[in-house]
């Protein structure tokens, strides 16, 4: 069956199509994150979680070019977020920013991180002043908790609070979007 007919079951609610997407990259998709993330357990919650989300966030998802191409893509973007969220990227920042330079490689790549990136960009605006203040420091100066609230003369649990904040309004606000998977 033609890749693009595939997808666009897939996008349709088609959980063959998807079964048939698992099956064909799962040990490919796998053998990278493993490649980055040691853990192997932690790197199949990763995947799982990452094919979860795919299929929730199906339809607001482009026809790709190279479905394979197009999954690696969004699979840098999830496992950048896990490794934030565990934190190794601080103890580990070199394979962050290998990464991360990886992520914007390829000119595809580029492409769809640009799109990501503005559409990001877009919804942080839109935060209240304060809330969107916080979420840059952390997000795009990647300062800490602790940093951002002597910065701003904050306490440590108000900056955690506006950052919870600004990721739930923004998760809403990106609902369906692609954009939701640099959260």
């Given amino acids: 069956m ?72 969004l699979l840098r973007l999830r496992i950048l977020n896990a490794l934030r969220k565990e934190d190794i990227r601080n103890r580990h920042e070199h394979v962050f920013a290998g990464l991360l330079t990886e992520v914007t490689s390829s000119s595809s790549d580029q492409l769809y991180y640009k799109q990501l990136y503005e559409e990001l960009h877009q919804h942080v605006n839109q935060l209240p002043a304060r809330i969107q203040e916080v979420f840059k420091l952390s997000r795009f100066e990647n300062l800490s908790v602790a940093e951002i609230a002597a910065k701003l003369g904050a306490s440590e649990q108000t900056v955690r609070n506006q950052l919870n904040t600004a990721n739930k309004r923004l998760k809403l606000m990106l609902k369906g979007s692609m954009a939701s998977f640099l959260l």
């Avoid at 897939?10 to 998709?29: I, N, P, S, V, Y």
């Avoid at 192997?40 to 339809?59: G, I, T």
Wanted: aromatic share 16%.
């Fill in 2 to 73: 033609p890749d693009n007919n595939r997808w666009e079951r897939f996008q349709e609610g088609d959980t063959t199509a998807f079964e048939q997407l698992f099956q064909e990259h799962w040990d490919a998709l796998m053998h990278y994150t493993c490649n980055i993330i040691a853990d192997v357990d932690m790197a199949k919650d990763v995947l799982q979680n990452f094919f979860l989300e795919l299929w929730e966030k199906r339809a607001s998802l482009p026809l790709p070019k190279e479905t394979r191409a197009f999954l690696l893509f």
